[in-house]
């Protein structure tokens, strides 16, 4: 508030230069009057200054601040929502990166140095119309009249500086651009060269007839925004003139009226542009809102831990799922099997049929679409929609088709399989030797500090997936979980890694998605299903010998 009440304060002064040289014929009087205006501009040069550096500073830290804590709070809410809200469209991956990114800095846009910004025009504008009616209620308001087409000339001038005015409309066809070179070598072995060349350029056309019609727009506003100044200059002079000549005010007092007017106009303009700029936080800030507000559906920590420690029975009763985000039906309808505590329990069937889905009900990812009081999943006879789902999951250890290794050490990896306690490096190195990994580990230079690269990139598609094996084995899990663990390896990487699952499920229950079933004969039990029914179950060698879906499935893979 300081700083925009010293630039009235400054035009004040201002307008005093022209009534000094009036005293010409006192030259003492004269000096006097221009060094006492001299300081008192540098008076108010020091105050400004330093409320300028203190208004950047501390709201600019305080905004700074607020996208902080803003983009804590939008994180922490992403990570406590359920699985099924991530698969809607507007949730994926990308999506929610662009917006963790850009809501919070939109929401700058009304915090922050853009707050300080507004405060600081809004005490100049009132100080300045103070100053005006004071000298002459007539005079400002004769140049009020003309006050909308100055505020447009600033907020036009400042829109044409800071290039707000310019911007890029050529989305379609940047993401037709984007979507061809992404795609380069599918473009050129399809010969789509021309076909993208000339979506593009259409799209670009189009834009471009809407840009030329908003530049004459903005030409002839800004043309008038530029001239009208100038006939206000004309009418308040005009004004002010009769006004002197009738002895209703002093000379002086027309430069202060227009002077501390044109000032507050330009502050308008310039403080439009921020406020119209403002209108992107508007949407952000009601996207931020509506994900903190949001419930999950199934809160990880919300539901009953079972006094008991669990044993490892797995039953599915009369379970019914259909994913709420996909045009097709139920994937499992009335399924109900129950695994026995260190039973190892292949699902095998084609695909579509509900086999991965059964291990994510198993995990708790989701609920399944009927809640009666005896369906869907229990351990030990608990249905698990009554316990807590951060229980459930530290009961189980998963490998899945593409393993996630996060851009951090191989010890670093394998400990995060257990994130209840310091896991020791006796404790790694032990699961690593499970797996099957450990003896390839110690040959690397750094061992287990080996940084394994984004996504695991440093290492081969068996690698990651033993050391994957590893990190579901160091939490010591009742239940193992195997989803086509094995599917995207190579023919020695799989026997590898498949010597090391089978070592890994051990005396442990364990549920098996198999894509492959040469790898899951020395199944205990198989569970063959189709359109999300149990159409088959029993050991591999019965089913082979009743020559049903199972028998099929095996000569059709042969």
Known sequence: MVGGASQPAFALLYSEVYNIFTLRSNPDLMSSRISLISGMMVLIGVLRFTASILQGFLFGKSGEKLIKRIRSMVFEAMLRQEIGWFDEPENQSGALTAKLATDASRMSMISGAQLGFIIEALSLIIMSLVIAFIYSWQLTLVVLAFYPIIVIGGFLQMRSMSGKGKRNKDTEAMRVAQEAIGSNRTVTTLTLEEYFYNRFKS?????????????????????????????????????GAYLVSTKVIEVVAVFRVFATINMSAQSLGRSATLVMDSKEAKPAAKSILSLLDRQTLIPVNVGIIPSEQFKGKVSFNRVYFKYSCRAEGRILKNFTHTVEPGQTVALVGPSGCGKSTLLQLVMRFYDPSYHGPDSGVFFDDINIRTVAPSWIRKQIGIVSQEPTLFDLTIRENIAYGDNTREVTMDEVMEAARAANIHDFIITLPDQYETKVGQRGSKLSGGQKQRIAIARALVRKPVLLLLDEATSALDNESERIVQEALDAAMGSRTSLVVAHRLSTVVNADLIVVLQDGHKIESGPPAALLAMKGAFYALHHTEI
């Open 203 to 239: 799209y670009a056309s189009e834009n471009q007839k809407k840009r030329i019609k908003s530049t004459v727009l903005y030409s002839l506003v800004y043309a008038l925004a530029e001239g009208v100044p100038m006939f206000a200059f004309a009418a308040a002079f005009a004004l």
